[in-house]
């Protein structure tokens, strides 16, 4: 039978059909020895094949059947990996699987389904929250679409699709448990993922290490961070905020991490563990007074208060560091049982070396090696290159000290943004070190319609292809992720494409495969939204600082409304935004108003023929926001202008209009699950074993998406915001009491003839936060309302007569 879907199949004929690589990397010459190591070290093939069909069952319970999986070898691939696509040679007998898939691993053997339901049944898969799957379009059992009799083959250009960034595991993993990790772990074999970090539970591990090193339960309680800020007392970032951590967390989170484990290693992953960067606690000090510990600087907190703040780093060439070092390997292979052989290690994000000697510095990165290799003689050192992009410590010498310091292919390096600041141009290929393409794209899980889908169709390809090319493989280092399905659904297929992908003809397939029709409208609207929110090229990087979810902190009175600073065209370490009061980051916005509103329009417009549509209904939502966001910060921008020209009823005004826009928008955001702040409190309070778990996993979960990190009664915190989410019930319980505040303020100001209260206004704002984070205030955890009603009448209201 001919697939249902024409187009699409006459497209990924130009995409797929013995899609071979051309050449291999110099880079994946220099790791070939460990991929030798884990193809022969990976679960066999039948564990992998169960675990395939497990996969499949819950993905497609129905059709089950209409499918057989095979795990072939590399040889038979053409010499790397690949997955295979042939009709069946039972097809024809009534019951019979209709489609055979064979991969190198089980995550080839998903990559190909989700390839086959993408391309021949007009499919869509991505996260739950941001619209799930639509599986309408596939045929029933017994006419599943035929491939063409010579079957379809797709090999890897590179060996590697690498997954997550350091901090993911506290913006988006930090409250799951087993069955939402199961969920992720499906979505990240359909999508190719075999690189993916494991770095849940490793505080029991380090608490069974250090205890060995005589350091107390008690003492280890100030060196842990709370649940949602693990990842930065990880990095050495902080200490105890949030914490101390309950008995309770760290058994149910080491039982969590090896049903994590062991599903990768039944797929054919690789998990990548964390290794020891030389954070330690500071009990370490006085038990070995004599070893090489730094207590570091302030990072963030507003009066380096050293209860939280300023950590303590073991030096690397300290014998001690070693010891450490493979102690920690070593406990993880006793708990776990198995390795992939590949570490993560960032001993220098945000952590400047003391002296820039490229000696020294060659001297720290062979002991940091050391101590991974002590502990497992095949390990190979996985480093995130964001240190590169924004510390001006590191240049050229230095940059090549550290890198050249472990023996060529026991170091690989992620490229962290490479899609806007790609740095193996520069770097002349990291002067010669294999490294991985990442597309970074979110910061902190913020929400924000953004994306440079040109780069993610180009670069990774072009970076290949370059000479002496050491690139060996492409990545997702997102710091949230439930966001943007289209970039994530482009990016993924890039870890099986061998030439640049055409975005335009991309765009209108996805349109028809995320909703399950094609309709005109849509494809129109969605060729709109790639000229314009998905083609920033301005080299910014995309923060949100909506004036919604991250309201100014300043004097209106020292707004420069035609020159607002705007400093998002270069990368700066964190919180040199924050330190200057009178300081109005501007919101980025790359593209035009109007033609976003006029898609909005579109979608709006198709909205009774889709109406049925979880994807479509999570678009309109997002949408819909986008282009409110982008109208509230006008409308703020109009408030501070009627209030330098003192007319306070322009103020009274604009500022009540505001007010009940962010609670309109609140009304919108209610309309999918996408967008509900109550699944990540509830989540969180799931996690606990008593009420008093229960009130500070819940503080942790509502801080770090308010004030972050600490504040006086005057000083907010210098991370505020930077967590901030659009989500229903966060924005009409707290930011819209906030805006109200500080409009409040404006008016006072006018109304009395005297200047803006600006200690006034952190006093009341800051105080709201505080009593806000202790809230055990419920939200609803599922969406009640009609997402089109809701956003035609937004549209009409607020955007229909909107000039740009």
Known sequence: MGSPFPAIFSLVIVFSVFLLAQSSTIGVDYISRLLEIQDRERAPPSVQVTAAVGVLGRLLPSHSSGFEFLIVSKEQCGGESCFIIRNHPSATTPGAPEILIAGVTGVEVLAGVHWYLKYWCGSHISWEKTGGVQLHSIPKLGFLPRVQDSGVLVQRPVPWNYYQNAVTSSYSFAWWDWRRWEKEIDWMALHGINLPLAFTGQEAIWRKVFQKFNISSSELDDFFGGPAFLAWSRMGNLHRWGGPLPQSWFDQQLSLQKKILSRMYELGMTPVLPAFSGNVPAALKSMFP????????????????????CTYLLDATDPLFIEIGKAFIEKQLDEYGSTGHIYNCDTFDENTPPIDDPDYISSLGAAIFKGMQSGDSDAVWLMQGWLFSYDPFWRPPQMKALLHSVPVGKLVVLDLFAEVKPLWITSEQFYGVPYIWCMLHNFAGNIEMYGVLDAVASGPVEARISENSTMVGVGMSMEGIEQNPVVYDLMSEMAFQHKTVDVQAWIDLYSTRRYGHSIPLIRDAWNILYHTIYNCTDGAYDKNRDVIVAFPDIDPSFMVLEEMCHHQDKLVPKGELLENEYLYEKPHLWYSTSDVIRALELFIMSGDKLSGSNTYRYDLVDLTRQALAKYANQLFLTIIEAYQLNDIHEVSYHSQKFLELVEDMDMLLACHEGFLLGPWLESAKQLARDAEQEK??????????????????????????????????????????????????????????????????????????????????????????DALQISRRLYNKYLLSTDE
């Open 290 to 309: 004599s070893a090489k510990i730094t207590r570091l600087g302030n990072w963030f907190s507003v009066k380096s208060d050293l209860r939280w703040s």
């Open 696 to 785: 500070q996993f819940e503080w942790n979960a509502r801080t770090q998406i308010t004030m972050w990190f600490d504040n006086t009664e005057e000083e907010a915190s210098l991370l505020r915001d930077y967590g901030n989410k659009y989500w229903s019930g966060l924005l009409q319980d707290y930011y819209g009491p906030r805006a109200a505040i500080y409009f409040k303020f404006l008016k006072e100001s006018l109304q009395n003839g005297h200047s803006f209260r600006l200690k006034n206004w952190r006093r009341e704002w800051i105080k709201l936060t505080n009593d806000w984070q202790k809230s055990q205030k419920l939200f609803p955890v599922e969406s009640v309302r």
